[in-house]
């Protein structure tokens, strides 16, 4: 049986477009590179010093993981010895950090990344993961500058994520399908495994942390309830299935149907997940895959950003169950809605 590898299929891909000159197959592999060392360490944190809080809070106000840290070092020095990236806007850094070798600064995208997203699942042993957001820069001379960030997520080239788990994942998009790569430790290499990734056309699944329910919008509230009435024809009631580590439950609703539901609250009512390093990166794979992505009333992908570690609400998952939700929304939470 032929394998294909990551390397090999990015290649490959890159011979699709006559115009495209490398950087991006190149930025891609330094970035499956990188995921490859915070595997190594995430599978061997219980026996390893990299378990626990490293002391530090992040811009977000939390508390730091090592591996968080780990994580972050490793993708940023990738990042930094490849050249094609010329700043990096991360989850866990207040400020982007701006790449100055005289490679680097010319390079012609700009990368957002979370590094490790569901950190606080590390001494469970739950899935963890890592997501990721690549944009052309718009300045064109000089370092790059936080505008080259502030673009909606319709302007990406290239989004994914890696999910850490029984098996380790890397899973992206360049705007033509989703196709997921399956690492083989006993080789090292990412093999396609996932080709041509499609949400199912219906979904039994709702993913949302229902801890939360009072303070949600009367919106999701009422459609939770759609979801676990009793009705044949649309599969209810539904599954609710809930991680809590986001790339996880994405990566579920993915290949077997769901929707995934991190709404604002009246406590946060612009949401708490991240725009650039979290809901533009699943929003474009949602929409690669077939499915939709909205903050309950506008397309995530459409959604302007004005600040580096900007929040939102997130609906994500294949269309029919997007839209339903929405419709609720729509119905009973009209006070949600921002402009």
Known sequence: MKFKTLTEFIIEKQADYPQASGELSRLLNDIGIAAKFVNREVNRAGLGEVMGYAGEVNVQGEDQKKLDVYANDQFIAALKSGGQCCAIGSEENEEIILLDSEISKHGKYVVAIDPLDGSSNIE????????????????????????????????????????YGSSTMLVYTTGNGVNGFTLDPSVGLFILSHPDMRYPETGAIYSINEANYRSFPEGVKNYIHYCQEEDPATRRPYSTRYIGSMVADIHRNLIRGGIFLYPATSKNRQGKLRLLYECNPVAFLAEQAGGKASDGFRRILDIQPVRLHERSPLFAGPSPMVEMAEEFMRRYSSDFKTD
């Open 124 to 163: 469970s042993n739950v899935s963890i993961g890592t997501l990721f957001s690549i944009y052309r820069r718009r300045t064109v001379r000089g370092l790059a500058q936080l505008e080259d960030f502030l673009q909606p997520g319709r302007n990406l080239v290239a989004a994914g994520y890696v999910i």
